[in-house]
């Protein structure tokens, strides 16, 4: 079943994350559909989060990351590679979740060049969107670990378990 409910996706980014561990992003192609469950995720916590891209503050880039959940933040990472967010929480309280990701695909950057997700996707409302949205799935046991590829990012905010893989 679609998640059209704004209030999901309003939760906060910890919360969010976690309840995604299952569900299945899917992605209209040449009208065909082609459903990926999520096996992971990571989730970034605002302006404290050293690791968050909301951290030095609103810039062009981030913006969308000030808006109320449930839209999509397409990053260039590195050049190369398009990384699919899901922007979570109230308005002006940026937070999202990175979904590093799905069964037959074990990165962010192989899962969004496979469903074609590129920049054009910044912005895309999860509830209504024609081209991307979620569906209800089975719920996975996951375990918690650190994030990957934070290195820059405090300490602290290093070690927190955000990332959720299924187990």
Known sequence: ??????????????????????????????????RRQITE???????EDTACHAHKGRTKR????????????????????NLLNFISGEADNPQGVLIRGVKGYDGPGKLTKALQIDRSFNGEDLTTSGRIWLETGEKLPFTATPRIGINYADEKDRNALWRFVAE
């Open 62 to 81: 981030t913006e969308i990351m000030w808006r109320q959940g449930g839209v999509c933040y397409v990053y260039l990472c590195y050049g190369i590679h």
């Open 1 to 34: 079943m679609r998640i059209t409910d704004r209030t999901f996706f309003t939760q906060d980014g910890y919360t969010l994350a976690q309840q995604l561990i299952g569900t299945y992003i899917c992605r209209s192609i040449d009208g065909v559909v082609h």
């Open 41 to 47: 995720i990571e989730c970034y916590l605002g302006t």
